[in-house]
């Protein structure tokens, strides 16, 4: 009889550790939860561009400030007139300040559920 030799994906696949069911959810959710961060924090940093460039008096016809006028009002979501000063840079400052801390707060808080569930 010969001997059995192993074949070298053999002895790669024996050498590697198998992981558990509860690693592999572990991972994903890791994964999820930083990517619910990462999306929190872009908007959070759109609204606040935004901010800064209105209040800065920036050129409104100017691609940049148009390109941020337009990604941040979908993201203020009902803060855009939540307050109404007369002063559109404070209407602006205020309401949009207080979309970038909800994203960022509420990034936060479902990262945190997702991981718990991990």
Same mark, same amino acid.
């Given at each position: 009889?010969?001997?059995? *030799?192993? !074949?070298?994906?053999?002895?790669?696949?024996?050498? !590697?550790?198998?992981?558990?069911?509860?690693? @592999? !959810? *572990?991972?994903?959710?890791?994964?999820? *939860?930083?990517?619910?961060?990462?999306?929190?924090?872009?908007? *959070?940093?759109?609204?606040?561009?935004?901010? @800064?460039?209105?209040?800065?008096?920036?050129?409104?016809?100017?691609?940049?400030?148009?390109?941020? /006028?337009? /990604?941040?009002?979908?993201?203020?979501?009902?803060? !855009?007139?939540?307050?109404?000063?007369?002063?559109?840079?404070?209407?602006?400052?205020?309401?949009?300040?207080?979309?970038?801390?909800?994203?960022?707060? /509420?990034?936060?808080?479902? /990262?945190?559920?997702?991981?718990?569930?991990?």
């Amino acid at each position: 009889m010969a001997a059995h *030799a192993e !074949r070298p994906e053999d002895v790669e696949q024996a050498s !590697r550790p198998r992981r558990s069911a509860a690693e @592999v !959810r *572990a991972t994903v959710v890791g994964f999820l *939860a930083g990517l619910v961060r990462w999306a929190g924090l872009i908007f *959070a940093i759109i609204l606040v561009v935004h901010v @800064v460039l209105t209040v800065g008096k920036a050129n409104p016809d100017n691609g940049i400030t148009v390109f941020f /006028a337009n /990604a941040a009002d979908p993201l203020a979501l009902a803060f !855009r007139s939540l307050f109404t000063p007369e002063n559109a840079e404070l209407r602006v400052l205020v309401n949009y300040g207080l979309a970038a801390l909800f994203w960022l707060v /509420a990034s936060a808080v479902a /990262a945190r559920l997702l991981r718990r569930l991990a």
